[in-house]
C-alpha cells in the first residue's frame, strides 16, 4: 500500500493568515493522482483539489495545490472562519486509495 | 446533481454481516463514469477507503478486507451495496457511501476524485 504521512497533525492560526498542509506519499507517484478533501466536524467530507492542483467545482481560489513525486501540498491563502477543519490528502495511483492521517486546522 | 443516501442497520452483533446499502439519485448508475465506493471512519479517526465498484459488478478492495467484503450493484434499484462479514468492534464506524468521478477521451482516462458523499451512517458493533 501506498502510505501517506501528512504534515502537522495541528495548525494553529489566525484568519487571515497563510496555512500549508503537506501530504508526503511513500513511494513516488507517477502521475499526480492526488485528491485533497475538507471536513467538519459532524458532516462528511467535501472535495477541494484533484490531480493535485485542479480546485474542484465551486471551491474558492484561496485554495490551491501542488507538488509532484511524493511531495504535494495544500496552501490556503488567506484563511476565513470557516476553513478551520481537518484536512485530508488521498492517492488514487494504485488500489487501495489511501488516505492521509489528516491535518486539523485550527483558530489560534 | 448527483446526491447519495446510505441505509441500514446502526447495530450488528459481533460476528454476524454488516449490510448498508447507497441509493444514488440525480444520475443513473448505468450512465458510467464513476466508482461507487464506500469508505469508513472510526470515531475520532481518519478516512479508510473500503473499496468501489464500477456499474458492470467490476470491484476493488482494499486488502486489509478483501476478505470479509463484497460491494455490489444493483442499477435497477440505482443503488449500490456494502455486505461486510465475521464483525468486530474493531469495524465501528461511520461508514460513507461516495462517487469517484472519472472519465475518458482521446485515448486518456481522468480522474475527478471522490467528489459526491452521502451523509454518512454510523454503525455499532456490540452485542
Known amino acids: 500500500d501506498i502510505v501517506l504521512t501528512q504534515s502537522p497533525g495541528t495548525l494553529s492560526l489566525s484568519p487571515g493568515e497563510r496555512a500549508t498542509l503537506s501530504c508526503r506519499t511513500s513511494?513516488?507517484?507517477?502521475?499526480?493522482?492526488v485528491a485533497w478533501y475538507q471536513q467538519k466536524p459532524g458532516q462528511a467530507p467535501r472535495l477541494l483539489m484533484y490531480?493535485?492542483?485542479t480546485r474542484a467545482t465551486g471551491i474558492p481560489d484561496r485554495f490551491s495545490g501542488g507538488g509532484s513525486g511524493s511531495d504535494f501540498t495544500l496552501t490556503i491563502s488567506r484563511l476565513e472562519p470557516e476553513d478551520f477543519a481537518v484536512y485530508y490528502c488521498?492517492?488514487?495511483?494504485?488500489?487501495?486509495?489511501?488516505f492521509g492521517q489528516g491535518t486539523k486546522l485550527e483558530i489560534k | 446533481q448527483v446526491q447519495l443516501q446510505e441505509s441500514g442497520p446502526g447495530l450488528v452483533k459481533p460476528s454476524q454481516t454488516l449490510s448498508l446499502t447507497c441509493a444514488v439519485s440525480g444520475a443513473s448508475i448505468n450512465s458510467g463514469g464513476y466508482y461507487w465506493t464506500w469508505i469508513r471512519q472510526p470515531a475520532g479517526k481518519g478516512l479508510e477507503w473500503i473499496g468501489h465498484?464500477?456499474?458492470?459488478?467490476?470491484?476493488n478492495y482494499s486488502p486489509s478486507l478483501k476478505s470479509r467484503v463484497t460491494i455490489s450493484v444493483d442499477t435497477s434499484s440505482n443503488q449500490f451495496s456494502l455486505k461486510l462479514s465475521s464483525v468486530s468492534a474493531a469495524d465501528t464506524a461511520v461508514y460513507y457511501c461516495?462517487?469517484?468521478?472519472?472519465?475518458?477521451?482521446?485515448?486518456?482516462?481522468?480522474?475527478?476524485?471522490?467528489?459526491?458523499w452521502g451523509q454518512g451512517t454510523t454503525v455499532t458493533v456490540s452485542s
Open positions: 490531480g493535485s492542483s
Open positions: 465498484v464500477y456499474m458492470t459488478g467490476s470491484t
Open positions: 513511494q513516488s507517484l507517477h502521475s499526480n493522482y
Open positions: 488521498q492517492q488514487y495511483v494504485g488500489s487501495p486509495y489511501t
Open positions: 461516495a462517487g469517484f468521478r472519472w472519465s475518458s477521451g482521446y485515448s486518456q482516462y481522468f480522474f475527478y476524485g471522490l467528489d459526491v
